[in-house]
Every structure is written in C-alpha cells, then in structure tokens.
C-alpha cells in the first residue's frame, strides 16, 4: 500500500522560513513524480511544486518561484520543501502527492500504464502573527 507521511508544518511568521518533508512508502518505482499543493481556508487546493525523480525536472507555481526549493532525498522516497519568505498567502495546508504510472491497478491491467495518484494526510503551516 503507498503512503505519504508529511512533516515540518507548524507556526511561523510572514517572513519566515519552514521546510516540509514527505515520506513515500510501499512502491518501487524508479520513474515518478511527487510534489506539493496546498489549501488555503475558503480557497481550492493549488499546485505549489513538484519534481520529476527519473530527469530530475523541477516546477513551482509563479508566486513562489525564487522562494520555495523542492529536492529529492537520496533514498528516492523523500522529497522535501524549503519554503522561505513566507508570505500570508503561503499559509494553509500542505498536502503531499505522488503520481505512479501502475500496469496493475484495482485489478485491471493496463499494457500502456496508468497514472494513479496518492495523496498524504497533510500538514499545516500557520501564520503565527
């Protein structure tokens, strides 16, 4: 079963720096993408960054780019986000997902693979003005 485990949430002042971990388990894939979104209260989920681990490619939303650094960790079943600088607008909760091209999924086989995603629990970065 795949699971995402986020950490490093918590309080912090506009201005301020917070750096997020997601723990991926129970795949061994060696091409896949996971990132981040996040919601905001009253507000719909939003793409925040994601990185690619078979080319290394990395994206971020415009409002955070020059902020926010997204890296892989070694063990290929981590990635983490530096988030500096935060703004009001950063606050919200970070969710952490991960896209697997499965051949198998609920039974079915799919001979060109199929893009399943997985989402953790979340974790909550809060402005502590």
């Known amino acids: 079963e795949v699971q995402l485990v986020e950490s490093g949430g918590g309080l912090v002042q506009a201005g301020g720096s917070l750096r997020l971990s997601c723990s991926a388990s129970?795949?061994?894939?060696?091409?896949?993408?996971i990132g981040w979104f996040r919601q905001a209260p009253g507000k719909e989920r939003e793409g925040v960054s994601l990185i690619n681990y078979s080319d290394g490619t990395t994206n971020y939303t415009d409002s955070v780019k020059g902020r926010f650094t997204i890296s892989g960790g070694n063990d290929k079943k981590t990635v983490h986000l530096q988030m500096n600088s935060l703004k009001p607008e950063d606050m919200g909760v970070y969710y952490c997902?991960?896209?697997?091209?499965?051949?198998?999924?609920?039974?079915?086989?799919?001979?060109?693979?199929?893009?399943?995603?997985?989402w953790g629990q979340g974790t909550q970065v809060t402005d502590s003005s």
């Open positions: 129970g795949f061994s894939f060696d091409d896949w993408t």
């Open positions: 997902y991960i896209v697997l091209l499965l051949t198998y999924y609920r039974g079915t086989y799919y001979p060109q693979g199929k893009d399943v995603t997985y």
